[in-house]
């Protein structure tokens, strides 16, 4: 999964492309972005185009988990 980020102010935008091995999109994966310690989480699944946006999130520490049927989970954390 790739990962990327922007991020201004206090708020930031998450977006997010899932790839698999060979570097094709992964559509309908589910991507989850939870901020840790704070009980908030959406759940957003990527498009046919394998990206998945996330607006408008608070400063803080996350956790996002993408998961897809066939593929072994992935995590990363990220603060801002």
Do not use: H, M
């Not at 977006?15 to 009980?39: E, F, N, P, W, Y």
């Not at 908030?40 to 608070?58: H, I, M, Q, Y």
Request: proline residues 2%; charged residues 20%; negative net charge.
């Amino acid at each position: 999964a790739v990962i990327a980020g922007f991020c201004f102010a206090q708020e930031a935008n998450l977006d997010v492309q899932v790839l698999d091995g060979t570097g094709a999109v992964v559509g309908g994966a589910a991507v989850k972005a939870r901020r840790i310690g704070a009980g908030w989480e959406k759940t957003e699944f990527t498009t046919d185009r394998g990206t998945a946006s996330f607006a408008n999130l608070p400063r803080g520490e996350y956790e996002v988990v993408v998961e897809a049927r066939g593929f072994a989970p992935s995590r990363l954390q990220l603060s801002w």
